[in-house]
């Protein structure tokens, strides 16, 4: 499981003070989903808000790592936690994965803490894993902007996560240059799953994007297919029908010469046998039950 940032605590006005039950929140979710649940979890920056080293303590306390590679102290040029891991699956197959921290940083306590540029850090980061790995995944806290351009100089990630933009919501992924740009909403009320189909070329299929698009086409041209022949049905004679009937049976031919393109493009581009995936998101339910080790959790804790 993995995530890109802002997990422990939420946005936080310039100067707001975290106070002994915020912290004890984000103790039991280090507890019992990063730590608990084998979470790879990048430093967001309203993880920062009780200081790193109250982070660094739950790494020692939990076992675990939080990853960013561009956080660093003031004028300081080494990041303060680990800039990625690697995970193994089946054996055999590496996965790099490496964290980034994005803004804002005013509402942060005394603490002074800078971002390194990831123009100046990926280069040499991506040369040095791209050898070991046999994907490399991003999770970042940058916004959408700013991870589509890391996307476009950079072939050999393969998969972004992100969490700069709350706003969004569940993105269904899109590619950008070889890198899948991924997200769920905020504060885990979906599950986003990734199924990959991977290979040896490392290359996401060129058609993957036409497919999507595709199948959207033709929900569009299902829909507007359906109320031409209700339109139809109903004989009004006005004006007004009938310019909305003219109007509906133009868009029609527009998104059938749509589909016709796009069907040449598929077929034209099927003999690429690229990496392939399939996304859900999952909705977190009321009516599953409570962990009961949570629960005990935090009443310990003397949270309601």
């Known amino acids: 499981m993995l995530d890109s940032g802002n997990l422990l605590f939420k946005p936080r006005r310039s100067g707001q003070t975290v106070s002994s039950t915020d912290q004890a929140k984000a103790t039991i979710i280090a507890q019992t989903f990063i730590a608990g649940q084998n979470v790879v979890a990048a430093v967001g920056s309203n993880d920062l808000v009780a200081g790193s080293s109250f982070l660094k303590k739950l790494e020692e306390k939990y076992s675990f790592h939080f990853l960013s590679a561009n956080l660093a102290a003031a004028g300081a040029d080494k990041p303060i936690f680990q800039p990625f891991t690697f995970k193994m699956i089946d054996h055999d197959f590496h996965v790099a994965i490496i964290g980034l921290t994005g803004r804002p940083l005013s509402h942060l306590p005394s603490e002074q803490f800078s971002l390194l540029s990831w123009e100046t850090i990926l280069p040499k980061l991506i040369t040095q894993l791209s050898s070991h790995a046999d994907m490399i995944l991003l999770l970042s806290n940058l916004p959408p902007q700013e991870n589509e351009k890391i996307a476009k100089k950079f072939d050999a990630i393969n998969i972004i996560f992100q969490s700069g933009n709350v706003s969004r919501g569940n993105t269904p992924p899109y590619l950008v240059n070889n890198a899948l740009i991924c997200q769920t909403t905020t504060r885990g009320k979906y599950q986003g799953t990734l199924e990959i189909k991977w290979n040896e ?48 049976q133009r868009l029609k031919q527009k998104l059938e010469g749509q589909q016709k393109q796009l069907q040449q493009q598929l077929n034209h581009n099927k003999s690429y046998q690229g990496a392939t995936y399939n996304n859900r998101f999952i909705a977190l339910s009321s009516k599953v039950e409570d962990d009961p080790q949570t629960v005990q959790r935090i009443r310990a804790a003397g949270i309601r």
């Open 201 to 248: 070329s490392r290359k996401w299929q060129k058609h993957a994007k036409i497919r999507i698009e595709l199948k959207q086409i033709k929900r569009q041209l299902q829909l507007v297919t359906q109320k031409i022949e209700q339109s139809k049905q109903v004989d009004s004679g006005t004006k007004r029908h009938e310019n909305r009937l003219l109007g509906l």
